[in-house]
């Protein structure tokens, strides 16, 4: 098959325009003053390959792959024809047989590579005659020799030629993937970029609402700081505040922002009355008469007998709802809400109940230079489990008279508990204390695995769903008869730890504002280990 000359022009046409340049090359020839005797017949036999080369043409349409051996071989039978009629051995047109040969190459297989050589030869013999074999037998060996060396030359550069071209096609296709990789490499760079900044940006959002916040000593400053952030975070145009101090939702503290239609607020009254449980970002449709389809979307915080917080954010149509992201913020900054608002009810509570007075503000500024303190350790810090272990010992010793204070955090295979900072058991190895999360655990791990608080009062026997089991019954730092378990709760209620607090060498009974403190703090500690968590993630 002919090496195409233009990749635009097929293969068969590129032949047919050889072909007819070969006949008209060699008609011309014919026609010169220096033409020998056969001159009329070797024109003859080039107006003939013409016709040839057209009908070839005309019987290779529609036909695709290489080029039929019948018409290579036709090629051949025309060159050995000239070289006869032209001087035999001496004919210079002997040339075109290697030219045929050349304008194969390369071959597609030995088998063409050995057959058009060995064609050659037949028809080169027959047209130099039997006198050349005794007169030029050194010319007509060389001749042949050449007609067998070209083609096999040919095949071996074509063999390379295309192992080249592989290998050139392997490596473009590794160099794709490579670049594919690189690719999804920097994508996957520049998301975990954007996730990094957006999660900085929220911890750094809860910092900042913390510290305002406790800039406040009273509940409407509070509230304005709520509205804020909460409007920063989701650009909700309308904002709604409940807030009870008991367990009564009529009886409820309602504060808007925004200015919202009189139906929208009755709506969120309804909604709030008769809706039970704590929940982060449910979202809601609801028609409301004179506005429209609006979206609400409700975050509470309730507990069985204790205070009720909710807030709801209303979108009218046509308006962004919230992203996962801002939900997480909002949530966290409801934990934070709920947490400022308890803070502020307790010492209110001391204020109103005008005892020790001086001690208990006392505590509470100790409380909120522990909270910075462990707020700042987490956003500055690596390891904050030096700071939490300095708030243990101050807690313990100087606030409220506990004889032991213990963290305890799931070990990686979340088969433990292990204490990780302890105040309180002398020289006992911390290392050592670590029960599993089973029933033997006792009172710590039904704590941690039902994520809620456990306070037993010494009155009578430890139940057994209470106790350790052998052989961690052994550990003298965690044995007591007078203790209470808090559980470490996240803002989606997931229990990261638990705090233990027992007075196994007083006897006195633990009172039940040292209680409260205690779950006070170990929701700050819980704050704190998720916003850490978030950082690391990030």
Known sequence: MFRPMNPRVSPRFQRLVLRLLFGTGILLWSLTGDAVAF???????????GIWAILIFVLERGREGPESPLFIYSDIVFAGILVALTGRI????????????????????????????????????PAVGSDAVKDHWFALIFRIGLLWFLPVLLRFIGIRSIKERERAERLSGELAKTHDEVRRYAAALEKANVEKERQLEAITVLHQFVMEMRAFDDDEGVYRT???????????????LIHSKGPGKEEALHRSWGDPPTSLADWVRRQVTGDTGSHDGIRLQEEIKGVGDIVFRSFRCEKDQGPFLAMYLAFPPGHSDLLEGQIEVLSALMDAFELEMEVLRLRQGLKEANRDLTESNRHLTRL??????????????????KVIHGIQEIMANELFELDRLNLFLPDQEAQMLECMTSVGIEDYPVEKIRIPLDHRGGAISKAYRE?????????????VDLRLAHPYSEIQAIRSRIFVIVPLLDYRGQVLGVIGADRKHTHLPIPDSTVTMLEFFARHVAMVLSCQRVREGA
Request: with cysteine; charged share 15%.
């Open 368 to 385: 909120h230079e522990l909270q910075y303190e462990l707020s700042h350790a987490s956003l500055v810090n690596g390891d904050i489990s």
């Open 90 to 125: 001496d004919s210079e047109f002997h040339l075109l047989l290697y030219f045929i040969i050349a304008m194969r190459a390369p071959y597609t297989s030995w088998f063409q590579a050995l057959t058009i050589p060995g064609v050659c030869t037949l028809i080169y013999l």
């Open 451 to 463: 994520g809620k608080k456990i306070f037993f009062d010494g009155q009578d026997k430890v139940p």
């Open 39 to 49: 001159a009329r017949y070797v024109a003859f036999l080039a107006i003939s390959f």
């Open 226 to 240: 709520v509205f804020t952030f909460a409007h920063r975070v989701s650009e909700a145009p309308w904002i709604f």
